[in-house]
T-cell receptor, first 113, second 115 residues
Framework: DQQVKQNSPSLSVQEGRISILNCDYTNSMFDYFLWYKKYPAEGPTFLIS?????DKNEDGRFTVFLNKSAKHLSLHIVPSQPGDSAVYFC????????????FGSGTRLQVQP | ETGVTQSPTHLIKTRGQQVTLRCSSQ?????VSWYQQALGQGPQFIFQYYREEENGRGNFPPRFSGLQFPNYSSELNVNALELDDSALYLC??????????????FGEGSRLTVL
């Protein structure tokens, strides 16, 4: 079963505009929600996370929103920069038991200069 | 501070062979996890090691096995390789005490091609 879905395989935005990446999940047994960024030939790099008890977390140009009723997670990047071009993965962690991360399939963001 | 390092970076094997991938965890981290990332997919959890013991396992068959050493470095072994094992294998380290946010630190990965 696919617990985490990123339905947009790619997204293209202009430099300086907002990038919005979306992620949906299927159950409520997660305590942390995370975003990772991956450049070619590199491992994923942690970007930002949010606890299940919050609905917003902000770090500089990056803001993550959590809508628990809709089981929806989003990442906003404002303003977008060409260096943000990468593949973005959302990930979730279960509250109990195995604490491994479950990743979505990724969204490739391209920021046009 | 030394990050997570993996070796080899690329390797090619034939079906039925065995492979060993290696990982050195980030300084101060005592937990190592391995993930498999197939083309076009997100990383998928294989297993995790803490204090040299397997501490959780994903939906992978027993021919995927691992070890963690006293210095917290780790190995992933795959026996009887199949074509579908072709993927990027990622090692990630974390500290049990610092696991509160779920953040993992990934290496660059070992790309395995099975012919």
């Amino acid at each position: 079963d696919q617990q985490v879905k990123q339905n947009s395989p790619s997204l293209s935005v202009q430099e300086g505009r907002i990038s919005i990446l979306n992620c949906d999940y299927t159950n409520s047994m997660f305590d942390y929600f995370l975003w990772y960024k991956k450049y070619p030939a590199e491992g994923p790099t942690f970007l930002i996370s949010i606890s299940s008890i919050k609905d917003k977390n902000e770090d500089g140009r990056f803001t993550v929103f959590l809508n628990k009723s809709a089981k929806h997670l989003s990442l906003h990047i404002v303003p977008s920069q060409p260096g943000d071009s990468a593949v973005y993965f959302c990930a979730v962690r279960r509250e109990t038991g195995r604490r491994a991360l479950t990743f979505g399939s990724g969204t490739r963001l391209q920021v046009q200069p | 501070e030394t990050g997570v390092t993996q070796s080899p970076t690329h390797l090619i094997k034939t079906r039925g062979q065995q492979v060993t991938l290696r990982c050195s965890s980030q300084s101060g981290h005592n937990t190592v996890s391995w993930y498999q990332q197939a083309l076009g997919q997100g990383p998928q959890f294989i297993f995790q090691y803490y204090r040299e013991e397997e501490n959780g396992r994903g939906n992978f068959p027993p021919r995927f096995s691992g070890l963690q050493f006293p210095n917290y470095s780790s190995e992933l072994n795959v026996n009887a390789l199949e074509l579908d094992d072709s993927a990027l294998y990622l090692c990630a380290s974390s500290s049990i005490g610092g696991e509160n946010t779920g953040e993992l630190f990934f290496g660059e990965g070992s790309r395995l091609t099975v012919l």
